[in-house]
Nanobody
């Protein structure tokens, strides 16, 4: 059974920080590239950041320099450290595990940044 469980969302003022966590099933984590997506109301889901099984990272231009993705393979967990948050970062954030021929989504966690 594959599970992705996100946590760490909440309400924060502009300029503040949050750290999202996504705990994955051990049977997929070690071979998965892990990604964070977000979707705001009325907008398409967009890729925020990704990290391969080997640790290579990539970021959307809108979050470069503010967000950091990391993974702890011993804990089967991927993190998204979000600093200098802006109101436009308000979205539901989703964890996605990408395997060679399939992928799995978490349930999402709400992040709200007030101005």
């Amino acid at each position: 059974q594959v599970q992705l469980v996100e946590s760490g969302g909440g309400l924060v003022q502009a300029g503040g920080s949050l750290r999202l966590s996504c705990a994955a099933s051990a049977n997929i984590f070690s071979i998965s590239a892990m990604n964070w997506y977000r979707q705001a109301p009325g907008k398409q889901r967009e890729l925020v950041a990704g990290i391969t099984s080997g640790g290579a990272t990539n970021y959307a231009d809108s979050v470069k320099g503010r967000f950091t993705i990391s993974r702890d393979n011993a804990k089967n967990t991927v993190y998204l450290q979000m600093n200098s948050l802006k109101p436009e970062d308000t979205s539901v954030y989703y964890c996605y595990a990408r395997l060679p021929f399939t992928g799995y989504w978490g349930q999402g966690t709400q992040v709200t940044v007030s101005s």
